[in-house]
């Protein structure tokens, strides 16, 4: 095996991050977070933290039900197997994303299929959604990215016309706000994460919400007890090969407190991005992230921008190592998010005609590179971001951010 790094996750990839502006880490971990841990340890492990999270969130969230899991990836893996999607499935999925998002799948032996993002945009749409469907297509799986929901209407009824669940990937989109209604409240099931970095963070973990009772039950009996059932006078039987994707109770007991305290982040976190969202679409050569009017609340996580290459000559990479040498802590680039060329596993598994890429159950060849998604492939050619973006920033911090921006952008300029 060829020599390789590891890929580091939540602290460890931010350690030794440095700059002029806020690192997410230390978090503020909300008043309460040690009496729920304290709890758990005074009881010996008899009260059930768990189902008290679930609750809480679900009532939040506005939903009936939460099923707590360890993270989003086993989330949506919970999700593709209580489904009842069958090998062979297609799956219609955002390209520029998280592995996390298309692992259950993968795992379930179902087809990705990646829609391309709408021009200029870092979301998919119902029309770059609507030439992928094929008779094969069962879901809709979306991603609203950096906090930037989907818009979700035309998505829906796209799915009504042909008869296709749609559900949602809210990792980076905690308590964002379309039309009024919160990221993941929009569609039959979401998956979250609370992984350390995210908006509402613990040390690991994440939940599937849905509305619907006998869905949130299969989540459970597959994703949860292995898919075994008590049978009376004998003991267990597995009716599927489940999983056991269940949250501790420590982990529980972190992420009550931390939903005391998230929706006022949030807030602060949508005032700074739209602040320095418009500070920032003053300079010449840099395009913001647009922020749709029917987002009326952008719970942005990671914060992000397209140079220009017609003004600005230097590549994204090296006005990134600019901007992070003058300050802006974790300021890299993102082309690592398009799957289709990240999951190099794919292509090769499709040209190789493995299952379930073999035909049948596959009712087409399939390919997976940056080409078959050119839009977004062009996008992320471009894109800056940071994940250090945080609760954290004040106004001052954007007016600096924008400042540093604004002056790599005249250096570059052509
Ligand atoms: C869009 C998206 N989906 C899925 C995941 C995976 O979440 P988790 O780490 O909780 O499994 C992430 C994490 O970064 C993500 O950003």
Known sequence: MKKYERAKYGAAAFAGAKGKLPNSFPREMGPSCLKYLQEVVDSGLTCDMVT?????????????????????????????S???????????????????????????????????????????SAGTIEPCISRRTRAILVVHKTGLVCDMDPINALARK????????????????????????????????????KTMGSDIGGCVATDDSKLAERVRLFGQSRGGVIVPGYGRKHVAPGYAYRMSNCTAAICLGQLEIVKSQVKRRDKMARLL???????????????????????????????????????ADRFAEQLKKEGITGAGTGRYYLMPEACEFLDENARK??????????????????????????????????????????????????????????????
């Open 52 to 80: 008290r999270f679930e609750k809480a969130f679900a009532k939040e969230l506005g939903v009936n039900h939460c099923i707590a899991t360890p993270g989003c990836t086993p989330a949506l893996a919970c999700l593709a």
């Open 82 to 124: 209580a489904f009842g999607f069958r090998s062979g499935d297609e799956i219609i999925v955002s390209p520029i994303t998280d592995f996390g998002m298309i692992q259950g799948l993968i795992r379930e032996d179902l087809i990705p299929v990646f829609a391309d993002t709408e021009p200029g945009s870092i979301n998919i």
């Open 162 to 197: 042909h008869k296709l669940i749609v559900y949602e990937d809210v990792c980076q989109a905690a308590f964002s706000e379309y039309k009024g209604r919160f990221a993941g409240t929009l569609s039959k099931a979401a998956g979250f994460s609370f992984d350390m970095e």
């Open 277 to 315: 969202t418009s500070l920032i679409s003053k300079i010449p050569g840099i395009i913001p992230l647009r922020i749709p009017q029917y987002q009326n609340v952008y719970s942005c996580w990671m914060f992000g921008f397209r140079i220009d290459p017609k003004m600005i000559r230097c590549g």
């Open 353 to 414: 005609r493995v299952y379930p890429y073999s035909t049948p159950p596959a009712s087409r060849k399939y390919r997976y590179s940056a080409r078959t998604c050119p839009n977004a492939r062009d996008f992320l050619k471009y894109f800056v971001r940071w994940i250090t973006f945080s609760d954290k920033y004040t106004p001052k911090h954007c007016e600096l951010a924008a400042d540093i921006i604004r002056k790599t952008a005249k250096r570059n300029t052509n």
